[in-house]
């Protein structure tokens, strides 16, 4: 059975930084597509980063391009999201999820329709 477990949420002020955890079982983490999206209040659910099989690739979305930094460690079969700089618009649930391809040059970084196994998410509050 699949499962994402995110973990690392929590109440930041502006400025400051936190490191997002997503457990993954019942998957081989380096052939897995993960996706972080989030999702605040009223609004839709948007893509924030990705990375392709093998940790080939890495897509981010214009609003934390150069703040948020996806990476893996495959030994824990855990995907991070380093967020630098938050910013008070940057509150929301974030979750991480599998995209069932394999690809090494791609990930679909605003397709949250394109993801099926998803987290439970984890609360990221930026304010002072």
């Known amino acids: 059975q699949v499962q994402l477990v995110e973990s690392g949420g929590g109440l930041v002020q502006p400025g400051g930084s936190l490191r997002l955890s997503c457990v993954v079982s019942?998957?081989?983490?380096?052939?897995?597509?993960i996706g972080w999206f989030r999702q605040a209040p009223g609004k839709e659910r948007e893509g924030v980063a990705c990375?392709?099989?093998?940790?080939?690739?890495?897509y981010y979305t214009d609003y934390v391009t150069g703040r948020f930094t996806i990476f893996r460690d495959i030994a824990k079969n855990t995907v991070y999201l380093q967020m630098n700089n938050l910013k008070p618009e940057d509150t929301a649930v974030y979750y991480c999820?599998?995209?069932?391809?394999?690809?090494?040059?791609?990930?679909?970084?605003?397709?949250?329709?394109?993801?099926?196994?998803w987290g439970q998410g984890t609360q990221v509050t930026v304010s002072s």
């Open positions: 019942g998957l081989i983490l380096d052939d897995s597509v």
């Open positions: 999820a599998h995209w069932g391809r394999y690809t090494t040059t791609y990930c679909p970084v605003t397709q949250a329709s394109e993801y099926d196994y």
């Open positions: 990375i392709s099989s093998r940790g080939g690739a890495k």
